[in-house]
């Protein structure tokens, strides 16, 4: 801040014409174009400093550009902006996902109490949401509103850890494949160019991103062991399109996403580490499965040499 008048994006702080001190805070570009500024009083320079200060601090916690409070929906729509660069993009789906059930429930953020969190428990249990949903939910609330108590928006504990969550319906017990169901599958998959990637998974029980991120390099069929060192993920596509960095594309793309702007970039398939230490790790190959495997990669190469890669996945 500056006693005399601010530079462009900044705050100002100087005496009035009555004797006071008075001070101007920037509060970015409205929708018109124009520059938005809010102008506090007071009797003294320290008093004045002060509501710069929490204006401030409000503004750049993701509060509204006219220095009010934000809604819980709003809050959440900043904070989940926010964590692009630090979460898997299955993750940010997750959040974007929790942030449209919840809707613009809320209010206010610094309303909001552990009974308006157990009333909006109840209705998305009543719009058919099962426990699994609901709890997630419950952790990316609770962390944006984590994130709101460390940026001074709100006190500690918050009212998401203050609120009970409801009695749900116990979650139903996976059913397994049997042998002749395994069976069934393996054989209809090697009808086509993924018969090994079912394979894999099914004997070694690997997850989806970690079966397609499997690669030859991973693989030692002499000593008949696979590597998992990675997993394939799927990044959402961003627009690029005019007016995207306003939330206005000009594309006009179908739905939510950004798969069909013309100008979309940043999406598609990427290799990632697995989330922890313990992702990574050595397993053995059965017999039968190294067999199978051999014959992939001879199959792959001699597709390769005929040019019809294309057809020979994994």
Known sequence: MSSAKGADGRSSIHR??????????????????????????????????????????????????????PTVAEWLEHWIAGQEQRVRPTTMRGYRLDARRLGASGGRLDRLSPSDVEQLYG??????????????????????????????????????ARARLPR???????????VDEARR????????????RWSVALALGLRQGEALGLRWQDLDLDRETVAVRCQLQWRPWRHGCAGAALGTPSCRAPGPGASHCPARWGGGPDLAEPKSAAGHRLLGLPGPLVVE?????????????????????W
């Open 16 to 69: 009035s014409v009555d004797g006071g001190w008075e001070g101007w805070i920037s509060l970015g570009v409205g929708p018109d174009g124009r520059r938005r500024r809010k102008h506090v009083r007071g009797r003294t320079r320290s008093a004045v400093a002060a509501k710069v200060r929490e204006i401030e601090q409000s503004r750049d916690a993701g509060c509204r550009r006219d220095g009010r409070m």
């Open 123 to 160: 209705r998305l249990l009543a719009d058919g949401l099962g426990g699994a949903s609901i709890t997630h939910i419950r952790r990316t609330l609770s962390a944006a509103l984590s994130a709101a108590v460390r940026d001074g928006l709100l006190p500690a504990p918050h009212a998401v």
């Open 168 to 178: 749900t319906p116990p979650p139903r017990e996976p059913q397994p494949l049997t």
């Open 185 to 196: 599958v393996l054989a209809a998959a090697r009808r086509g160019p993924q018969g090994a």
């Open 293 to 313: 495997l051999a014959q992939h990669r001879a199959e792959q190469a001699a597709a390769r040499l005929g040019g019809r890669c294309e057809t020979a996945g």
